[in-house]
């Protein structure tokens, strides 16, 4: 989903991480797309937990909700869609 609130949102969330590495902080998912956006849903199970104590937390849920992410772990939750197991069908 794009638009204005999604785009603000956006900028909200970049300038937070920017602030966050200008000041020498890290945060859960720097460097782990491995873990955040694994096909195992387990491994974004783990993701989510460790979004905990992000210092980006709220900018990062504000936007995910705005552009209605539907692929990875961002704040806290895991916003892909289940998927059905080949023997459900
Ligand atoms: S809250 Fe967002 S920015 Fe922070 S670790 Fe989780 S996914 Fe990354």
Same mark, same amino acid.
């Given at each position: 989903m794009t638009g204005p609130a999604v785009e603000a949102a956006f900028l909200r969330l970049a300038a937070r991480l920017v602030e966050l590495d200008d000041t020498g902080t890290t945060w859960p998912c720097r460097n782990r797309g491995d873990l955040w956006y694994s096909d195992d849903a387990d491994e974004r199970a783990a993701a989510a937990e460790l979004c905990? &104590?992000? &210092?980006a937390l709220d900018e990062c849920g504000r936007y995910a909700a705005a552009a209605r992410e539907r692929h990875g772990v961002w704040a806290g939750r895991d916003r892909t869609p289940c998927r059905r197991k080949e023997n459900d069908r």
């Open positions: 905990a &104590p992000c &210092p």
